[in-house]
Each structure stands twice: as structure tokens, then as C-alpha cells.
């Protein structure tokens, strides 16, 4: 199961929605305005896992294993 983003470009409002979008559903959220500002900016992304690499170099102490 995958972790998308909701994204207003405007307000940079972001949050977190499970599983996988729909090109339906993906289509709907960003055809309305952002729930904060009212601004017609929303776009939906997938997150990807953060690099092990990097996270080493930026200091991670811990890194969660892949689900």
C-alpha cells in the first residue's frame, strides 16, 4: 500500500492520504479549491521512500523499514 500527498501550491497545505489514488479520484481533488485558501492549485503526488543514502548523510538515527 502506497502513502500520496495533497498538495496546494499556493498555501503549500499538504496532508496525507493512504493506498493509491484513482486517476478519477486524482482528477476530482484537484478540480476543487484548497479547503485553507480557496485557491484552484491542489495537485496530488506519491511519496517515495526516503533514500537510505541520504538519510545516512543528513543523520538519521533510525530509519523504519518498508511496509
Request: aromatic content about 6%.
Amino acid at each position: 500500500m502506497g502513502v500520496w500527498v495533497v498538495v496546494c501550491e499556493s498555501c503549500r497545505t499538504r496532508w496525507n492520504r493512504p493506498g493509491r489514488p484513482a486517476e478519477y479520484e486524482r482528477q476530482a481533488i484537484e478540480s476543487r479549491p484548497c479547503p485553507a485558501c480557496g485557491a484552484y492549485t491542489l495537485s496530488c503526488r506519491e511519496l517515495q521512500p526516503p533514500d537510505v543514502k541520504t538519510a545516512i548523510r543528513r543523520g538519521a538515527s533510525r530509519l523504519r523499514p518498508a511496509a
